[in-house]
């Protein structure tokens, strides 16, 4: 079974700075895809960013960026120009080819004015 | 255009007691997924559905919880009887088709107190 690790419970930025959110999985699998979920504090999850395995190009919306080191089987997330609506919890996300989807225990992000 | 709809948003039963969720996707969304998120962890997929099959229930708790999807469109998630565990945030998805890669579109949950 493939297990997704957060191992950052909690990190803080300060507005307009940078923060880098990690995560990492566990697979056998070559061909998969991985994502960054948003849940705003009482509100519904929202997609920030995918990444397929397949790409080498490392995926970018806007201010988030992730890094994805498939051999290191990492998949971090770059959050740039800190704001306070980015306050939230993110969770790392995997899905295989069977369409099986894997969340982390996610991180609490809060921006700090 | 309308986001997946749950209800109740709420909820509170003593153990033993039984417990159904509701769950209307986005309009032309074939594929819905029922996940259980327990306080200080990830969602967890309990239920997939493509139209009104089932494509994966692995993590379902099959003595207690069921789900259904008549018609293809809204969904329910029972659970029967109801144990302290099984409080948690039940949160409702859809996408557009059962291919990899698509984004999953969340409801608001249902936060689900069992005392």
């Known amino acids: 079974a493939q297990t997704v690790t957060q191992s950052q419970p909690e990190m803080s930025v300060q507005e307009a700075e940078t923060v880098t959110l990690s995560c990492t999985y566990d697979t056998s699998e070559n061909n998969y895809y991985l994502f960054w979920y948003k849940q705003p504090p009482s509100r519904q999850m929202i997609l920030v960013i995918r990444q397929e395995a397949y790409k080498q190009q490392n995926a970018t919306e806007n201010r988030f960026s992730v890094n994805f080191q498939k051999a290191a089987k990492s998949f971090s997330l770059k959050i740039s120009d800190s704001q306070l609506g980015d306050t939230a919890m993110y969770f790392c996300a995997f899905m295989n080819t069977g369409n099986q989807f894997y969340f982390g225990t996610g991180t609490s992000l809060t921006v700090i004015p | ?115």
């Open chain 2, 1 to 115: 255009e309308a986001g997946v709809a749950q209800s109740p948003r709420y909820k509170i039963i003593e153990k033993r007691q039984s417990v159904a969720f509701w769950c209307n996707p986005i309009s032309g969304h074939a594929t819905l997924y029922w996940y259980q998120q327990i306080l200080g962890q990830g969602p967890k997929l309990l239920i997939q559905f493509q139209n009104n099959g089932v494509v994966d229930d692995s993590q379902l708790p099959k003595d207690r919880f069921s789900a259904e999807r008549l018609k293809g469109v809204d969904s329910t998630l029972k659970i029967q009887p109801a144990k302290l565990e099984d409080s948690a945030v039940y949160l409702c998805a859809s996408s557009p088709r059962r291919e990899a890669f698509n984004e999953q579109f969340f409801g608001p949950g249902t936060r689900l107190t069992v005392l």
